[in-house]
């Protein structure tokens, strides 16, 4: 039986009628939170993507107006939710253990903190001119500090909850808040974009359309006034929180994904045994060891190449503005290593999806919403980086000249397809297997065993692991009487080793490619072939829309690796 249609705990009978009727008006409640989304994202949209164009008489004012008091409303609604299940007990009376696990929570806190360092150096840097801003300039950080702190409590200590009370207020308030995080996604997304645009175009002496960035020039143009960021501090605040900008985007993200799997569990009843703080299917270890049971070259051959990444990042950073020759080698070097990177994942994923083939742990087939969202994101913001790579495949071999560059590119946008392809299916066949142990009936004596010693022998017959007769060793010095015993217990197979080694590999290679288009490799712009072929204008409009889920895909990926390592 399903999680879903599982029945409650025997002890509060009651609640299956009441069950029953909510279980009717589910879609019914479901429906008016994701009108009540779509609406209101509908209108961020409008707004934020209006703001961008000069030609459009919407300032940043505005958009900084409509996310302010959205992360008002969204702070209130948690305040309200938190003081509800605190009120009363019985609101919570199941947990999903699938849902919001450490990992997930623990990035959620690390980009929370990035992000309140990127409030204080836009605090700061709309202060350095407070004469001639909109105040709202100052209150939207400062507000937004106030909805990460709110918000990253809730989600650490309700993640997992099921709520069973105001059902439909529940629901509302939960797409509201997801609402409230992708506007404030798509408005650092739109404010990056622009930022890179301006910095191509004053390199290229190209005319720009937009101006939602905080461009010295253009800081008080939608109140009147001319400010400018002339001294040290304020440059350095300015230069600051768009490096910080990355963080604030995948914490926007992975709050999403919590919001989304928070939503699913509205209303939703689960087994007894997954009652209160109850682990479900046992998925979920007690104890995550990083480096336990892998033959530890994956891990070193995965540093490796992070650390040759930074350097290759950090050159291609420093050359590209250069002269031409320069920026040439840089872009040879740039390509080069995401070849060999991808390559290697590539390699790495397919034999992950082999050893698949000889493993006997039966697949999972349980209602989990937490990973039914993780598939469903990982194909989606795939299709991100699809995109781009089969528009360079197009441009790189219908367009001229074919010199080394453009071939590296060709290489480049062919591996990217194939590494994003084999990396998905490996991820998730893995979250789809059973945990460790989930073998039909295997009595094999493939997996050797090693001592675990234990003086009770009543306690041994309450082991399923165990072999059903323990092996006599001698007596226990202490007390002659007591026998002792060692049990057979189960060791780690070269199978799972290999798994653990694949999955720490590819996850610090995901985290390598994520940090360079992140913090602002963009060899889509610097490499001209594509812009020579499609026009700068609809280039770019193609870059700034699928890049932005490529780099989500990618930190996406670590943490279900990190989740597939645990399984593993």
Known sequence: MSEESAPGPKESPPAAPRAGSREVWKKGGRLLSVLLAVNVLLLACTL?????????????????????????????WILFYLLRTVRCPDAVPYQDAHAGPIWLRGGLVLFGICTLVMDVFKTGYYSSFFECQSAIKILHPLTQAVFVIVQTYFLWVSSKDCIHVHLDLTRCGLMFTLTTNLAIWMAAVVDESVHQTHSYDSSHGNASHLHLTPDPERAGSSVGGDCSCNTAICQIFQQGYFYLYPFNIEYSLFASTMLYVMW??????????????????GHTPSRVSLFRETLFAGPILGLMLFVVGLAVFIIYEVQVSGERGRTQQALVIYYSFNIICLGLMTLVSLSGSIIYRFDRRAMDHHKNPTRTLDVALLVGAALGQYAISYYSLVAVVVGTPRDLLGGLNLAHALLMIAQHTFQNVFIIESLHRGPPGAEPHDTTPKESCHGLTFANLDALHTLPACPPTPRLVGTNPVDPQETMAIILAPRGHWRRRCLKDISLFLLLCNVILWIMPAFGARPHFSNTVEVDFYGYSLWAAIVNICLPFGIFYRMHAVSSLLEVYVLS
């Open 48 to 76: 934020i993507s209006g703001g961008a164009f000069n030609k459009v008489a919407v300032y940043d004012t505005d958009v900084f107006a409509l996310l302010t008091t959205m992360m008002l409303l969204a702070s209130l």
């Open 264 to 281: 699913k569990n509205v209303g939703r009843l689960l087994a007894s045994s997954t009652h209160g703080h109850g682990h479900g299917h």
